[in-house]
């Protein structure tokens, strides 16, 4: 016989989901096709992150289903569940809430099972896996967020060396600071690629009261991506972590990034 799936749903008909383990509650919501973190802390999501949890959940097969009583329940770490799972979806009122306990004998399969729901599942590991994650997993890593087809100018402030950069044709760029020359445009566009890509190791969401020690008052460096329509995303540089990276904060955001040393390229560009 076919194995039934265990979330009979589409992962585009969901809107949030929440994942409870003990104390901690990490909550994601969808907002016009954007993902947002907002507990415990409101930020931009990881998208690719959400994806690969959605997708191992929407696909995923019961294994075989147990008759369990209440007595049992302490067998299969389900008494207490390691993890909650509650998923919202359109036109739904009721949430789908996933219960999740301990891992079977062979370990390739975990106990669970849907709440309200008498019956305990083997559903595979893997589902536990993409739920078992630290916050910072579902959070962006991308120092920025744009769109890389919508940049008309980019402006760059490390130390002494100032450089501005206009987009003229789709593919071409114009250096007009500190001279004005044809710019690079393939290391132009890994600069970009860079900013909107996973270059964030760490967060400090709580800063220090002085930002001065860290390099951001004032900030060491400054790189400024101005959009169609006279937008602009700022992110603001600082001093170096030892053996980690460089500190660095979004202009207008409160919380400070580690980014991964990026090799912005600014003398060569």
């Known amino acids: 016989p076919c194995a039934k799936k ?15 383990r003990g104390e901690r509650l990490v909550t994601l919501t969808k907002d016009e096709g954007a993902w947002r973190m907002r507990q415990p802390v409101e930020d931009r999501a990881d998208e690719r992150e959400i994806g690969s949890l959605l997708g191992n959940l929407t696909r995923a097969k019961i294994e075989r289903t147990l008759d369990a009583d209440k007595t049992a329940l302490t067998d299969f770490g389900l008494e207490k569940p390691a993890i909650a799972l509650t998923v919202n979806r359109k036109d739904r009122d009721q949430p789908f809430i996933l219960e999740v306990g301990g891992p079977s004998p062979a370990g390739f399969t975990v106990y669970a099972r849907r709440h309200g729901e008498s019956q305990v599942f083997l559903i595979p590991a893997t589902v536990k896996t993409s739920l078992d994650k630290d916050p910072f997993a579902f959070r962006s890593k991308a120092p920025l967020a744009f769109d890389r087809n919508v940049v008309k100018a980019v402006r760059l402030h490390t130390g002494s060396l100032r450089i501005r ?21 393939a290391k132009v566009a890994a600069l970009l ?8 190791k760490s967060f400090l969401d709580q800063p220090p009261p002085s930002l001065k020690s860290l390099g951001l008052d004032p900030p060491r460096g400054e790189i400024a991506i101005g959009l169609d329509g006279g937008a ?38």
């Open 232 to 269: 602009e995303a700022t992110l603001l540089l600082g001093a170096h972590k030892k053996g980690e990276g460089v500190y660095a904060r979004r202009a207008g955001a409160p919380a400070l990034l580690v980014l991964r040393q990026p090799d912005l390229g600014t003398a060569t560009i």
């Open 193 to 200: 690629l860079a900013l909107t890509h996973d270059q964030v």
């Open 6 to 20: 265990l979330a009979a749903f589409d992962e585009g008909a969901v809107t949030g989901f929440s994942i409870r």
């Open 165 to 185: 950069l206009e987009r003229q044709e789709k593919t071409e760029w114009r250096m007009t600071e500190p001279a004005a020359v044809k710019a690079d445009a």
